[in-house]
């Protein structure tokens, strides 16, 4: 049962227009919500995150937000080059454990 | 510094053979994870240690699979009698104390098991 949900698997955007990610998630245990960046051939690596007690963090181009009520979080890039260009992964974890939910991953291609 | 490193980077076995997939975490990280990536599926979770305390076990598919951590450092995932469907990716990700919960996981690059 998949608890974190990215749907529209791929996206493309011009290169210096705003790119929007979408994440869900059905349980309500989850306190603390990650993103992460993939290269091809590489692991994962952090991008930004979010306590379930804030809606909104922001570091640089990346903003995330998180909509507890829904249930939905998203990751605003602004503006979007061409070396974000990679699979963004939703990530979720549950309170009192530090393992970590992923959803499938966006394919995020910055059209120069 | 170095980052989490895996071995061997791909791996090619056939069913039912044994394989042991290695993760060298940062130093100094007390916590380690394997998760693995199906084709097309998110980062599924296998098992979390956490210093000297008993790992986290609850994401392990099955009793093929098994996984040690020795010294509090160098870890060994095994799986036994290999099937088609264990073919994946291997991640192993490792943080400064798994214990205060919003500890950055550094992820390895994986490895890549192909079950024949």
């Known amino acids: 049962d998949q608890q974190v949900k990215q749907n529209s698997p791929s996206l493309s955007v011009q290169e210096g227009r705003i790119s929007i990610l979408n994440c869900d998630y059905t349980n309500s245990m989850f306190d603390y919500f990650l993103w992460y960046k993939k290269y091809p051939a590489e692991g994962p690596t952090f991008l930004i995150s979010i306590s379930s007690i804030k809606d909104k963090n922001e570091d640089g181009r990346f903003t995330v937000f998180l909509n507890k009520s829904a249930k939905h979080l998203s990751l605003h890039i602004v503006p979007s080059q061409p070396g974000d260009s990679a699979v963004y992964f939703c990530?979720?974890?549950?309170?009192?454990?530090?393992?970590?939910?992923f959803g499938k991953g966006n394919q995020v291609v910055v059209i120069p | 510094g170095a980052g989490v490193s895996q071995s061997p980077s791909n791996k090619v076995t056939e069913k039912g053979k044994d394989v042991e997939l290695r993760c060298d975490p940062i130093s100094g990280h007390t916590a380690l994870y394997w998760y693995r990536q199906s084709l097309g599926q998110g980062l599924e979770f296998l098992i979390y240690f956490q210093g000297n305390s008993a790992p986290d076990k609850s994401g392990l598919p099955s009793d093929r699979f098994s996984a040690e951590r020795t010294g509090g450092s160098v870890s060994t995932l095994t799986i036994q009698r290999t099937q088609q469907e264990d073919s994946a990716v291997y991640l192993c990700?490792?943080?400064?104390?798994?214990?205060?919960?919003?500890?950055?996981?550094?992820f390895g690059p994986g490895t890549r098991l192909t079950v024949l």
């Open positions: 990530a979720a974890r549950y309170y009192g454990n530090n393992r970590l939910a």
């Open positions: 990700a490792s943080s400064l104390d798994g214990a205060r919960g919003t500890d950055t996981q550094y």
